[in-house]
């Protein structure tokens, strides 16, 4: 898949033209059509949520603060034992960062929790997670039932509703693209809720498939 580099060629070089998608650009100077977002399927760029220290991170090295901004393109809400962390609660969330890359964060326990408290309004309004830019910010919890009592973080939602070509474009994007993180991968989660997720261990091979049509035409 090619991307755009930034400085390669100039902007004005690029237009919009019926027949290509919300997300690509057209270089007139050589005819070839280019997506802007980069992902390398089944490892997308990795954020993180340190509930230890209350901080987000890209890979567990460069800090980021105690809030974070973005807006999903993909999700699912699922049970299982991944990470070598057992079994819990999980959202992992997709979306594209500031440098257009696809990236991947992932909460647990009752930060999921937090998560469904801003879905179930968003239902309601006729919306989703794609539908709106989410600010996730780390606030402070305390354990008093353990000596000395323990400190931990868990992440409140907030939103704003995000602009209809974006939605478009990042939503085009999302469908034309198998989407997911390689590492977090079982045949054996347990799906609350998903959003343009795909899962390639569930997805029958193309030739039984076609098996399975000829013995169902049969």
Same mark, same amino acid.
């Given at each position: 898949m090619k991307t755009k580099e930034s400085n390669s060629i100039e902007t004005q070089s690029f237009i919009s033209l019926s027949g290509i998608k919300a997300y690509q650009e057209l270089d007139i100077a050589t005819g070839e059509v280019l997506n802007k977002f980069k992902y390398l399927i089944g490892r997308p760029k990795q954020y993180r949520f340190d509930a230890k220290e209350g901080k987000f991170n890209i890979n567990g090295i460069q800090k980021l603060g105690n809030s974070f901004t973005f807006q999903p393109i993909a999700w699912r809400i699922f049970e299982d034992d991944i990470l070598q962390l057992g079994k819990k609660k999980w959202a992992?969330?997709?979306f594209i960062d500031e440098n257009n890359c696809l990236s991947a964060l992932l909460f647990h326990g009752f930060t999921v929790d937090n998560l469904y408290k801003l879905i179930e309004p968003l239902f309601y309004d006729d919306l989703t997670l794609a539908d709106v830019i989410i600010t996730a910010t780390a606030e402070k919890k305390e354990n008093t039932k353990i000596s000395p009592k323990g400190v931990y973080?868990? &992440? #409140?939602?907030?939103?704003?509703? &995000? #602009?209809?070509?974006?939605i478009e474009e990042l939503q085009s994007f999302a469908m034309d693209f198998p989407i997911y993180r390689q590492e977090t991968l079982t045949d054996t989660a347990e799906i609350k809720v998903s959003h343009n997720f795909f899962n390639p261990l569930l997805t029958m091979p193309e030739e039984k498939a076609g098996e399975k049509v000829n013995r169902e035409e049969a």
């Open positions: 992992e969330l997709f973080y868990i &992440a #409140e939602f907030t939103y704003q509703v &995000a #602009e209809k070509e974006k």
